[in-house]
């Protein structure tokens, strides 16, 4: 891939604008000093690797050259108020994954959503997200929205550097996949989905797609003990609305949580 052909390939997409780096530390780090310098709003940042790529609560993203896909979004218009779109922005991506992967895949082994910002197949993770504000003093000059695929197998990391189970694209379609038109149809699934993200319906079809829904699963809240709960859905600000041991309903907020799915086992 050069910058020429990638703008050429994305050419009939409503993008602010394109840059394309062989290598690159991170899609992320480079988008927000892109937005300091004023980036477009839907400006786009694609790298064939990166050397730093970053995951949520500062883990590492794996994005070795030739088998993944690395991109990030500049926005800059209709941030609204910001509590409300991280969350969303963070759906968005996921959801367009998804729906990409979900025209090729057997409806019974869809791609889902592990909350808030995952993308799994058969229970393992081949997508994630990283949303990020950036801010200028006390004002919000941009949102930044990363995502990391999987798409070949070289770009499923090595056990010891996750922290759940992987697969990547081409693994769960059985099939060689043109990582270059798959990024062309997830970025138009993402713009397709940017204009409804306040419609009610963009949270529906979040929670159609929630991964472990009706399973006991813990929520992983940094220097707590784990909470389990009974996966019940969303709510209508996209947080999470689980079932409480104690039988208590109660929602949860994104934030640096996680979540995982209990042993079968444990399951009702
Ligand atoms: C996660 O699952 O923890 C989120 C991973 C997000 C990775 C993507 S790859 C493109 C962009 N650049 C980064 O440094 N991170 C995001």
Redesign the pocket.
């Known amino acids: 891939m050069d910058q020429l052909t990638l703008q050429k390939l994305l050419s009939n997409l409503p993008l602010g604008a394109v840059r394309y780096f062989h290598t690159i530390e991170?899609?992320?780090?480079l988008a927000i000093r892109w937005a300091e310098a004023g980036a477009p709003h839907l400006a786009l940042v694609v790298?064939d690797e990166?050397t730093?790529?970053?995951?949520?609560?500062g883990?590492r993203?794996f994005?070795p050259a030739g088998s993944a896909l690395?991109?990030?979004m500049v926005l800059r218009q209709g941030v609204g108020e910001l509590a409300t779109y991280l969350p969303r922005l963070t759906a968005l991506g996921a959801l367009a994954v998804c729906d990409t992967l979900n025209a090729a895949l057997p409806p019974v082994t869809p791609a889902q959503i592990k909350w808030p910002?995952?993308v799994v197949v058969n229970r393992r993770?081949l997508a994630?997200?990283?949303a990020e504000a950036h801010w200028r003093g006390e004002q919000l000059t941009a949102l930044i929205l990363?995502?990391?695929i999987n798409v070949a197998q070289a770009s499923v990391p090595p056990p010891e550097m996750v922290d759940f189970p992987s697969t990547c694209v081409e693994e769960v379609l059985e099939q060689a996949v043109d990582r270059w038109e798959l990024l062309r149809v997830v970025l138009k699934k993402l713009l397709e989905w940017h204009q409804r993200l306040e419609e009610p319906e963009f949270i529906r079809a979040w929670e159609r797609r929630l991964a472990f829904r009706g399973e006991w699963i813990q929520l992983i809240v940094e220097n707590q003990p784990p909470l389990e709960g009974l996966l019940l859905g969303l709510e209508a600000d996209g947080s999470l609305r689980l079932r409480l041991r104690s039988g208590e309903t109660a929602a949860f907020q994104f934030g640096e949580v996680r979540l995982r799915p209990q042993k079968p086992t444990q399951a009702v």
């Open positions: 991170s899609t992320n780090d790298a990166q730093a790529g970053r995951g949520r609560a883990r993203w994005t690395a991109f990030t910002n995952d993770k994630g997200v990283l990363g995502i990391g």
